[in-house]
């Protein structure tokens, strides 16, 4: 029933997304928050009422109090008694419960909601699938046979470039890129009738990462494949990920060759984006001004050094009359949270990422390819964050998250109860073929 819930929660947002917008109920609160929360309630009740699964997140859970606690500390600091310019202390309260409060809701609603390895599969099959259908209509509403609205870019760095429906074709390209392994993999491990229908989704999914010529999502995109094949060297075996590298080739040719065919002028927009600005000798030219931007940033901290320890207090950037954003989110917790922010959010991925990585050394050859697809998400997540600051993917990267982690943990907990063969005891001089039968078993007692 709970992973019913959790579906019907991803189908919401999806919504609001990609169909109806976010239906607001009160500053702050929208439908899809409401629902939510109501679902985060009722697994509380549940725990409180007795939860004898073992499920545990303690790392996690603590490195989240930490970064929210500090976040609300500063708040109260920067709104009371610094009184920044144009700081409004509603405002920053909401913003934090959007960026940092609802994120460990999403993680760990789903982490306590979903139960079995079934439950997870089906789950992630939700995320991915949801995904996957939103390019499929974005292609069709770039080709004109969907009615539904695709912002293109008309203008400067944005033009001809395809947004999707997850805000800005930099935060699409994000998610695309987070979740392309999981795509390859479920397309990979289904049954016959249905490898084609993920096949499609993979392949729209290629397209529309295409046609958001996002060049953060292609670095966080090829880096991950490389920093987790070394990561996952142990257990994957090498000609597994030759395969994998292989059908994403084959993909990527037949995405790009559709890609020209559904906008023919997507051409030009990658050929200047790459032998455009990359060719350029002007580093800010490179980066589209984030160089610039980050220098300014660092030099606004220079100004008062005890902020790169401290920071400036949440939401206190947006306040200091900077025209645009940070462009990358290192940066922006820095600035606003100092190292604690920043330490949190490195420590809550560095687990995750540990926790997969443990539990592949005892996983099936199934379980080992979802975790490897995984550990290939969050390490393209964190890559991507190095040029972004994206909200709009969030919900979905850390639902799977929270998924994922249950997966692993069940995988832990399975091992710490799988029986383990023991020497039996048996009395001086007993026969050998009692010996023989005597195969007496101890229990590994689950961690608490």
Known sequence: MIRWLLLLLVAVFWSADVVTGDISLAPGLSVKNAMLYLIAAGLILRRVMGDTSGARLPRIQAYFAVWIGYALATTVVAGLLIHYTDYHLTDAVIELKAQLIDPAIFCLAVFYGLRSDDDVRFFVKGVVGAICLANVLTLGSVAGLVPLAVRVGDAG???????????????????????????????????????????????????????????????????????????????????????WALMALVVLAAGIALAALI?????????????????????????????????????????????????????????????????????????????????????IMRRAIVLALQAMASASERECLYLTAFVLALLAFVVGNCFGVFFAPIPYIFMYMGAMLRAAVNIQLREAVRPVAAEPQLAVGAHPKVRARAVPVTMRRAPH
């Open 263 to 347: 906008d023919p002028p997507i051409a030009d927009v990658i050929k200047e984006r790459f032998l455009g600005q990359s060719t350029s000798i002007d580093l800010g030219d490179i980066s589209s001004g984030r160089t610039d931007i980050w220098a300014f940033a660092l030099s606004r901290m220079m100004q008062a050094p005890i902020t790169f320890v401290t920071g400036f207090g949440w939401y206190a950037y947006q306040s200091m009359g900077f025209i645009l954003g940070t462009h990358n989110y290192y940066l922006e917790l820095w600035f606003d949270l100092g190292l604690v922010g920043l330490s949190m959010f490195i420590l």
């Open 157 to 243: 760095a944005e033009y001809g470039r395809v947004f999707g429906f997850f805000g800005h074709a930099n935060a699409t390209g994000e998610l695309i890129a987070c979740l392309l392994p999981a795509m390859l993999v479920i397309s990979s491990t289904g049954s016959r009738p249905s490898r084609i229908v993920w096949y499609a989704g993979t392949l729209a999914s290629v397209i529309v990462l295409i046609l958001t010529v996002s060049r953060e999502a292609y670095v966080a995109a090829a880096v991950a494949a490389v920093w987790g094949a070394w990561l996952c060297r142990r257990y994957v075996d090498l000609s597994r990920y030759l395969t």
